[in-house]
């Protein structure tokens, strides 16, 4: 196996654990969206690393898709 594909196989599963934990948020968001006695700080902060894990994964993303130029 080469180095790059060390490589893409680790970002696949950088990529796969951060998707399992945007899921696992995702989950638990809305179930707190539901208790009427949810701290908004608390809130925010789930809804904060939910957006960073999304970011996450759209970079990696982008670094495992090769660039093409025109």
């Keep these: 196996m080469t180095e790059a594909q060390y490589v893409e196989q680790d970002l696949g599963a950088k990529i796969e654990r951060l998707r399992s934990e945007h899921r696992a948020l995702d ?16 809130l925010q902060r789930l809804k904060k690393r939910k957006l960073f894990l999304k ?8 670094r495992l898709v090769p660039d093409i130029t025109a």
């Design 27 to 42: 989950e638990e968001l809305k179930n707190i969206v539901e208790d009427p006695s949810i701290d908004d700080l608390q």
């Design 55 to 62: 970011d996450s994964i759209g970079h990696l993303e982008s």
